[in-house]
């Protein structure tokens, strides 16, 4: 893959040896995103940053990741603050907007609508999330930490066994997930889920073509020997009503004695963020915020250098970053 100058839409892009390159470049970001270097490698270059949809970790990391490597950011905030509220289409924004920086990142509550606005751009375009459908960058970030935390633990991702729980069906980040990892060998996947919430399909079929044991269940018992647990959000605002979402809310929770009866003492605990925190929702209890294997702080910490390492290899300044530094 020649990340320099393209667009970075979906995790279909990647292979293992793309996907080595970014955890290579993330890995040599530490020092920056750790404030023990600074670089000014993108001093003068324009961060456009779209969030059409609402965001915390993602729009600010990006943000951050660009900060981090010199340059600065311009953010547009919700629908009703831009020209698309006025039906403005997707190209023309992109058209107009390419002009004002080096780079897009933007997430849009449409599926497809990030590819449709790359269109008409002329500067790389990174998937921030697009509706229900992908989540690139959050996929990388969560399998650079998957890699981390099983290294930690003497393990590999050939062989790995990952139960993903909760709403399968509209979590974009499971899809995207699921997709990278299915470039691994052996990979057990147990997809725990109502059945209307259930792994699409499609990507069902991916894994299994791929040579990937699926085992289908909508209890968390017979998960035990999981490597990792991936707790997903109820995705309520792509439900066609509350009700229906209401239907599923605390469905599968997470605490410390479900997870100590559930699964082996190392099973390492991620999720996308943000959780739902409501009491009648609390899918992952703040009880286990001292559990030493919830890894979901580590893994927000991992999306800043995997922006950077995007935000390099894009513009294609990753060999030179060290050649910028400035005292600390
Ligand atoms: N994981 C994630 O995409 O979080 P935000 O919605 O806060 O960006």
Redesign the pocket.
């Known amino acids: 893959m020649n990340f320099k100058g393209n667009h970075i839409l979906s995790v279909n892009q990647f292979d293992r040896d793309s996907i080595q390159k970014v955890f290579d470049v993330a890995a040599r970001m530490t020092p920056y995103a750790m404030r023990e270097k600074r670089t000014t490698v993108l001093d003068g270059a324009i961060l456009g940053n779209l969030f059409f949809e609402?965001?915390?970790?993602?729009?600010v990391s990006f943000g951050t990741a660009f900060n981090l490597l010199g340059g600065e950011v311009r953010e547009t905030t919700g629908m009703s603050n831009s020209a698309l509220a006025k039906g403005e289409s997707l190209y023309d924004t992109a058209r107009v907007l390419s002009g004002y920086s080096d780079v897009i990142a933007m997430r849009h509550p449409q599926a497809g609508s990030v590819s449709e606005f790359a269109e008409g751009s002329r500067i790389p375009v990174i998937n921030?999330?697009d509706g229900p459908n992908e989540?690139p960058t959050?996929a990388l970030l969560d399998l650079f930490t998957i890699e981390k935390e099983i290294k930690y633990h003497g393990g590999s991702i050939d062989g790995l066994h990952i139960a993903m729980i909760g709403d399968l069906k509209f979590g974009r980040?499971v899809h995207s997930l699921s997709k990278l990892l299915s470039l691994y060998n052996n990979v057990h996947f147990t997809l725990i889920s109502p059945k209307e919430l259930g792994m699409p399909e499609e990507i069902r079929a991916t894994l299994e073509s791929a040579g990937h044991r699926v085992t289908v269940t909508e209890q968390l018992e017979g998960s035990v020997d999981a490597d990792i647990c991936y707790q997903t959000r109820i995705q309520e605002e792509r439900f066609p009503s509350q009700e229906e979402a209401n239907r599923y809310r605390g469905k599968f929770r997470l605490n410390q004695d479900i997870y100590t009866k559930h699964f082996q003492s190392k099973t390492v605990i991620m999720h996308?963020?943000?959780r739902d925190s409501r009491a009648d929702a609390n899918e992952l209890d703040n009880d286990l915020n001292m559990n030493p294997n919830l890894a979901i702080f580590r893994q927000t910490d991992n999306g800043v250098l995997i922006r950077m390492a995007l935000f390099a290899l894009t513009l294609g300044v990753e060999d030179i970053v060290s050649k910028f530094d400035r005292a600390v």
Not at 54 to 59: G, I, M, N, Q
């Open positions: 609402p965001s915390t970790r993602t729009r921030g999330g989540h959050q980040t996308p963020l943000p």
